[in-house]
């Protein structure tokens, strides 16, 4: 079994940075591919960034990419997610993910992932 618990979500003003870690129990967090989604209100769940078990390759939604950073703290068994020109859009929950079978076919894709924490709120004022 494994469990994720995020933090460091918060109220930014927009251009601000944050930025969330996600704590991994388990002892084979470091074959498991991460994954962070978002979820605003009336919305759907939606990827924003995902890192192979290796931490080699990382992926990440058009909507984010050269704003976020996604990676790992092996030692720590840790996945951050760093955001930084943060905008009113990005409001949301975030939820960090963990597919347990190490994939990256369809990173992007909510039903990969088989472990989900319980979600941070990320609030970002114009």
């Known amino acids: 079994q494994v469990q994720l618990v995020e933090s460091g979500g918060g109220l930014v003003r927009a251009g601000g940075s944050l930025r969330l870690s996600c704590a991994a129990s388990g002892r084979t967090f470091s074959r498991y591919t991460m994954g962070w989604f978002r979820q605003a209100p009336g919305k759907e769940r939606e990827f924003v960034a995902a890192?192979?078990?290796?931490?080699?390759?990382?992926y990440y939604a058009d909507s984010v990419k050269g704003r976020f950073t996604i990676f790992r703290d092996y030692a720590k068994n840790t996945v951050n997610l760093q955001m930084n020109a943060l905008k009113p859009e990005d409001t949301a929950v975030y939820y960090c993910?963990?597919?347990?079978?190490?994939?990256?076919?369809?990173?992007?894709?909510?039903?990969?992932?088989?472990?989900w924490g319980q979600g941070t709120q990320v609030t970002v004022s114009s």
């Open positions: 890192i192979s078990w290796s931490g080699s390759s990382s």
């Open positions: 993910a963990a597919d347990s079978q190490g994939t990256v076919v369809a990173v992007t894709n909510t039903l990969l992932y088989d472990y």
